[in-house]
């Protein structure tokens, strides 16, 4: 079965309810959600008994909270090696793990970070430092995944390598996890063609039972152009038949797939988008 949906919003006022409505109104049998603003700490409480009508909506419609993504915020940035800024991010990823945890959900996925021209092996090194930090004193099972980057500016997390170094480093090795961006692979330089030789790659490197989540995103730029724009998908330079192969891609097709395309004309495209992927799914 195909598992798809895209990210959706999370209001104070609708709680994760909203989410799972919004999510059901675009088609989805998943999505993925921020538990508050990505560019800000302003975190409103958790209403559990919001939760719990949500899990029921949830059951109702075919959507297993384990397929449910979560997206940890853009500030937290774990390679910047200034003190007050690491400790901030280590502090606000270790609450943010709370908060999924206190949700239910299985995954959490982090940008691993921009080193600030410190250089790739010292953010890869704080990266490190602050994930040990962080899962040593959390109890939860919540895992972060990874997530591939297109390599614009200082970011770390450019190549299948960088990830693997950081993951090695990793004492709780089980807490850690990937998540394939397409539009970020195609900007870093991986021709999504192949898509079977990508995979063999990652699978040598890292291993495919790594990858727990994939954001299927068109591209605005050309293959290495580092740039990290998202297109709409089929408008962009990946092309609908390549990310529909990536999709049914047999090897993951038990792996949660989330749009995050840019909005038309205001208007969220996950509806219409979700519904051509599904037309030319074989799942």
Excluded: W
Excluded at 109 to 117: D, E, K, N, Q, R
């Amino acid at each position: 079965m195909l598992i798809i949906g895209s990210h959706v919003g999370y209001k104070k006022d609708s709680g994760l309810v909203g989410s799972v409505e919004e999510a059901l109104s675009y088609g989805a049998n998943t999505f993925m959600l921020y538990t508050g603003a990505p560019q800000n700490t302003i975190r409103s409480s958790i209403n559990l008994d919001n939760v719990k009508k949500a899990y029921s909506l949830m059951k109702d419609n075919g959507i297993d909270k384990d397929n449910v993504i979560v997206h940890a915020p853009y500030i937290i940035n774990l390679a910047n090696g200034d003190l007050s800024k690491f400790n901030f991010s280590c502090n606000f990823l270790s609450e943010e793990l709370k908060r999924v945890d206190t949700f239910g959900f299985k995954y959490l996925v982090l940008h691993p970070g921009s080193h600030v021209g410190l250089g790739v092996d010292v953010g890869i090194s704080n990266i490190v430092k602050a994930l040990n930090l962080v899962l040593d004193k959390d109890n939860s099972d919540v895992m972060i995944l990874l997530e591939t980057m297109a390599g614009k500016g200082s970011e770390v997390g450019r190549c299948f390598e960088e990830i693997k170094t950081i993951i090695d480093g990793v004492s709780k090795k089980g807490r850690i996890g990937v998540c394939l961006d397409t539009c970020h692979l195609n900007d870093a330089g991986y021709d999504l063609n192949n898509f079977n030789d990508i995979l063999d790659l990652f699978d040598k490197i890292i291993g495919i039972d790594k990858i727990k989540c994939i954001h299927i995103n068109d591209s605005k730029n050309i293959l290495g152009s580092h740039k990290d724009r998202h297109e709409n998908i089929g408008k962009g330079t990946i092309g609908l038949d390549t990310l529909i192969k990536i999709i049914d891609c047999d090897k993951l097709k038990d792996v949660p797939k989330i749009l995050e395309t840019p909005y038309i004309d205001g208007h969220a495209p996950y509806k219409e988008e979700i519904s051509l992927i599904r037309s030319l799914s074989k799942q």
